[in-house]
């Protein structure tokens, strides 16, 4: 059975600037080489049952993670330089556009300053994708900041969403010649909030509510503003939205009251409070996929929830997360409502060997012609991502790319599943029997 998507339709694969072009200086260069941060990490790297909580063949290629190597993105996968060689290959492998960021801090090192040489460099990518023709999308800020940003309080500052609006002013003026036609404002706003102000995983390592919800109000006043400004500078021409990564919850114990009431709770806050808050200043709507996770409510500690895995390995990725294609499929019909159109702007999966990257594909692009044919107004995938890339916190050993990168020599190695992937974009349909 052969599954036909609409004429059009955006096949492609993503990268953000921090995780592929190497030698950034921001917020998170600062902080992944803080002294507190590495003799945590030597700590951490010492102990045994952290060892033992990653696959074995995870270890077969450097960097991994007992390597304190691996959580400085340094040179990352050199992009920032190669980025022609990769849009090569981007387009040998059928793709027809191709989602990246643009580097805030690169644009204005400085408060105020703008660096035109580095506007020049976003202005050759993104002609680069249009000579291959491949359609740029292009995300304005995906989760790092200027240094001079940060040392103001960065999203929890008052007047956040002023000084994005003026990073966002120049380069919409700068790039106006390009036509760039898609736009995303904003990465994830919950995943940052979540990480930066909650878990305190990510710089600035708070944790408070109070803050998050600071935040988070922040980042919706930039989006808003963002989308008005660029709308008033490009008119009608230009589509901008922004992305949202969202999981899929189910009750650990289908029976609990009180594990019922964690899913309804986190569903609302971690999946669809951004969407609402935004609704008005989207043109699309983009939503980044992964997985699954049973919650179990708790009052262990001084977390609230667990979010337990305790399926077959088999059908975990080495983040340890649930694979769950169905999810997608239930989003995009509960998406259907806001009458916009979708673009998935992320689905991908952490795997070295390979073995499961081409089927996650297939199973998941399986249930998005499924809400398609239900009547959902999907546009577009892009695969999580072109390359191997920097997994944030996680360093360099999670293996999400289509291409393969060896860290130490750089050499890129075009994967198997990327070319399974090839025959479903160049064919703009999935063959189910195969």
């Known amino acids: 059975m052969r599954l036909n998507f609409p004429d059009d339709f955006y096949w492609g694969s993503a990268t953000s600037a921090h995780q592929v072009e190497g030698n950034n200086h921001n917020d998170w260069t600062e902080w992944e080489k803080s002294e507190l941060k590495i003799q945590n990490l030597k700590l951490k790297i010492q102990d045994e049952n952290f060892k033992k909580s990653f696959p074995p063949h995870i270890f077969s290629k450097w960097p991994t993670p007992l390597d304190l190597e691996n959580y400085i993105s340094?040179?990352?996968?050199?992009?920032?330089?190669?980025?022609?060689?990769?849009?090569?290959?981007?387009k040998s492998l059928g793709h027809n556009a191709h989602r990246f960021s643009i580097e805030w801090s690169r644009i204005e090192p400085e408060e105020g300053k703008f660096d035109e040489a580095e506007i020049e460099h976003y202005r050759q990518v993104i002609s680069?994708?249009?000579?291959?023709?491949?359609?740029?999308?292009?995300?304005?800020?995906?989760?790092?900041?200027p240094i001079w940003f940060a040392k103001k309080g960065g999203w929890l500052n008052k007047d956040a969403p002023k000084y994005f609006e003026r990073y966002v002013d120049k380069i919409t003026l700068s790039l106006k010649d390009v036509n760039v036609k898609f736009w995303i404002t904003l990465n994830e706003p919950n995943v940052y909030v979540g990480k930066s102000y909650i878990q305190g995983n990510f710089p600035?390592?708070?944790?408070?509510?109070?803050?998050?919800?600071?935040v988070f109000k922040n980042l919706i006043r930039a989006n808003n503003q963002a989308y008005s400004l660029m709308h008033k500078i490009a008119g009608d021409k230009i589509k901008i939205g922004s992305t949202h990564f969202l999981v899929?919850?189910?009750?650990?114990?289908?029976?609990?009251f009180l594990d019922k009431i964690s899913v309804k709770f986190l569903d609302y806050i971690r999946n669809f409070r951004p969407i609402r808050n935004a609704?008005?200043?989207?043109?699309?709507?983009?939503?980044?996929?992964?997985?699954?996770?049973?919650?179990?409510?708790?009052?262990?500690?001084?977390?609230?929830?667990?979010?337990?895995?305790h399926v077959s390995p088999d059908n975990l990725t080495e983040f340890g997360?649930?694979?769950?294609?169905?999810?997608?499929?239930?989003?995009?019909?509960?998406?259907?409502?806001y009458?916009?159109?979708?673009?998935?702007?992320?689905?991908?999966?952490?795997?070295?060997?390979?073995?499961?990257?081409?089927?996650?594909?297939?199973?998941?692009?399986?249930?998005?012609?499924?809400?398609?044919?239900?009547g959902v107004d999907i546009r577009g995938y892009f695969y999580w991502s072109l390359l191997d890339n920097f997994e944030w916190d996680k360093g360099f050993w999670?293996?999400?790319?289509?291409?393969?990168?060896?860290?130490?020599?750089?050499?890129?190695?075009?994967?198997?599943?990327?070319?399974?992937?090839?025959?479903?974009?160049k064919e703009n349909s999935l063959d189910m029997d195969l």
């Open 398 to 425: 999670p293996r999400f790319g289509l291409v393969e990168v060896d860290y130490r020599t750089l050499e890129r190695k075009i994967r198997n599943s990327a070319l399974k992937y090839k025959k479903i974009c």
């Open 204 to 214: 600035p390592q708070g944790r408070s509510f109070w803050r998050a919800n600071k």
């Open 128 to 145: 680069a994708l249009k000579e291959r023709g491949i359609e740029p999308f292009v995300t304005l800020w995906h989760w790092t900041n």
């Open 279 to 309: 609704r008005e200043h989207h043109d699309f709507i983009g939503i980044d996929y992964y997985h699954l996770e049973r919650i179990e409510f708790s009052l262990r500690g001084r977390r609230w929830f667990l979010f337990n895995t």
């Open 339 to 374: 009458n916009k159109p979708i673009y998935i702007t992320e689905n991908g999966i952490a795997d070295a060997r390979d073995e499961k990257r081409a089927k996650f594909i297939k199973e998941h692009l399986k249930w998005v012609h499924k809400a398609i044919s239900e």
């Open 321 to 337: 997360w649930e694979i769950y294609p169905e999810g997608i499929y239930k989003f995009l019909m509960r998406l259907k409502k």
């Open 248 to 256: 899929a919850h189910l009750p650990y114990n289908p029976k609990s």
């Open 74 to 90: 340094g040179r990352a996968c050199d992009h920032y330089n190669r980025f022609k060689e990769d849009f090569d290959i981007a």
